[in-house]
């Protein structure tokens, strides 16, 4: 496998060919802010809190901003993380999602397990400067075990693409556009009255926000299991499960 | 030559009752009783001057003569005029009022190019088509030049795309058809979705076979063996006459192995961006990609997919018959060859112009648009010019001297686009026009990143503010922030581009922005 050399906040950094500039980071020990991301699903580079500096080894070419989730490292790139530029529009983009939403964290299942939450703290937002829009979204609680309140969702897809890359049931999509975006279950129907539902779960699990959660627990009680997309893949692609012995 | 009439077919004529008068000119030519002299009635396409619609183009012994606002209660006048001199000449003064001036600038100045047999031919006759000369460029290409041979031709000829971006076209064609041996597609984005742009349609509508003719060419020249064309459904006729056109050509065998198929899109602005195109034709969501990888690598069913504008491939079959010397030598240097735009909004002679690159705005807007209907000075009343729709800017008149290329427009804060320039006049509140096309990129947002979902409302409601004198100099600060934001971060170019109106407004207009601030309490604002 041939290695790639680059610079990531100066620190000199080698990883296989087909890194993402985000594993690039995360070898260089500096640590991007993600939202949509999450490893063990296709990236989107949807929520843009990822988006790096990068310069072109020699070509005088002006700098580009691109998302460190979905772009490939390549040789003698130098990538800056972490500018007051891209301080400003991370926090900017994390003040988007807090006024386009209902989030109240107060009385939110994913108090204290919440990474848009996360996110504010990482990108220092104590307020939002941009009036919020109060939107009229419902609740969907027809599932025997989970529910969908979209007043929490920040559209990432991560649930779209568990369910379709993982569990192979495509039950959740994304339906209208722009601000109008909500995901929907099945053809646009009550959650539990989807066939292809397996009730696996695994939607809850990698959830950022409280959008999806189990039905019988409350604030501050969410039960996430981000981890488990990339245990998964992982476990499919080396042919290797936890219960066979051997390190996962 | 026999005696002819052309009647513009168009869409823009159809709807000033062009069928209509067609329809009137065939049953007074029977009334007259249909000799061996008896002109021949032709529908064609766009005949360029769309506000004087329906148009009629009578070619006589008398010469040729170009009517407009015709009623359908003069078609035998319109006959007689195609007739021999004397008889024709008692029609014509008859008509006179009628009757638009071909030396006139915006008919004089023009270059056509990628129009060169718009106007001229049946857009559903490959009859006609042929005997105009198409897919003669085709057949030699492929009987004389090799694939190499005929990108380099395109590469010779500077031809840059022509959906807005500008990227150079040879080096698109080159790259698709040096990627790993294996399957290509050929894409046709007819997508044009900006507001005040037809200039596709045009070519659609009035000369279908020229852009298959130059599908056909870039497919040889890539290695394609299948190609679509994905038109919006707003359409219809040019649906309708591209796929006639499809299989009269597919019949014929003109095509070879090459099998084309026209894609209707399904109603959303942001299909026009490449990425979202691709995703939409695979039968899924609309949404644009981050590039790297780009379609030319990594495209249609994952294979090395072109995809260019109809405009851009309407401009191969001349580039490859004139040579790329000779298109070369029209245009500046950095912008070859011709444009085709769309001239709309408070102009008095509204429709197509296609004028080498370079052309000033003041020649395209005043003197073949004849500026602001009523208006007058050096600018006719000109205001402003809009180019790029919500991806571009306003450009103030006095500025109107900029020559018309891609970098020029771009310095400018506004871009070239497709081609859509739409004329603002002194009443009109440049905040205003602004807050329309945010509006439009609000609803057109496919709300994939956060920037253009989110962000767009909120520079929407802050405009909103600007427009109803609420606004502080705290929003207009965070106006600049954020228009620098979403531009900078959104994911794909249409999210990107939309706050240039707004931008552009901030920078030409300064003084209208100021003076929309709200006046305090105290009185200073």
Known sequence: ?248 | MASMLRCCSASGCRSAGGEALQQALVEARSRAGAGDGAPVIKAVGCLRLCSRGPLVAVDGPAGSVLYGEVPSARAAELLEACAAPPRAAAARRALASHALDLRHPFFALQEPVVLETCGLIDPESIDDAMAHGAYSTLHRCQAELTPAQVREQVRLSGLRGRGGAGYPTGLKWDTVALQPPGPRWLVANADEGDPGAFMDRAVLEGDPHRLIEGMAIAAWAVGADQGLIYVRAEYPLAIARLRRALAEVQARGQLGSLRLRVRVGAGAYVCGEETALLASIQGRRGNPRPRPPYPAQLGLWGAPTLINNVETLAAIPAILRRGAADYAALGTAGSRGTKVFSLSGAVRHTGLVEVPMGTSLRTIVVTMGGGVPGGEGADGGVKAVQTGGPSGGCIPAALLDTPVDYEGLRALGSMMGSGGMVVIDQATGMLELARYFMRFSVAESCGKCVPCRAGTVQLLQLLDRFCDQRASPADLAQLHDLCAMVKATSLCGLGQCAPNPVLSTLRHFHQEVVSALAVAPGGAP
Not at chain 1, 91 to 110: D, K, Q, S
Not at chain 1, 142 to 149: A, E, L, R, W
Request: glycine share 8%.
């Open chain 1, 1 to 248: 496998m041939s290695v790639l050399t680059l610079w990531v906040d100066g620190a000199a950094v080698a990883v296989p060919a087909g890194a993402s500039l985000l594993e690039a980071s995360r070898a260089a020990n500096v640590e991007v802010p993600t939202l949509c991301h999450l490893d063990g699903l296709a990236p989107v580079g949807a929520c843009r809190l990822c988006l790096v500096e990068v310069d072109l080894p020699g070509d005088g070419s002006p700098t580009r901003l691109v998302p460190a989730c979905s772009t490939a490292a390549g040789e003698g790139l130098v990538v800056r993380t972490a500018t007051v530029q891209l301080q400003r529009f991370r926090r900017m983009a994390v003040e988007l999602l807090f006024a386009e939403g209902n989030h109240v964290c107060a009385f939110c299942v994913a108090n204290g397990a919440c990474e848009l939450q996360d996110a504010a703290v990482a990108v220092g937002m104590d307020h939002s400067r941009f009036p919020f829009q109060y939107p009229r979204r419902h609740v969907d609680a027809s599932h025997p075990h989970f529910v969908i309140d979209h007043h929490r969702c920040i559209l990432c897809t991560r649930c779209v693409r568990v369910c379709d890359e993982i569990e192979g049931a495509h039950v959740w999509d994304v339906a209208n556009r722009g601000s109008h975006c909500q995901i929907i279950a099945g053809l646009d129907q009550p959650w539990g009255t989807v066939e292809a539902c397996t009730s696996c779960g695994k939607c809850v699990d990698v959830c950022p926000t409280g959008a999806l959660a189990h039905n019988d627990d409350t604030t501050a009680e969410k039960r996430a299991a981000r981890e488990r997309p990339a245990l998964l893949r992982s476990a499919r692609e080396r042919q290797r499960w936890h219960n066979q012995g051997g390190p996962p």
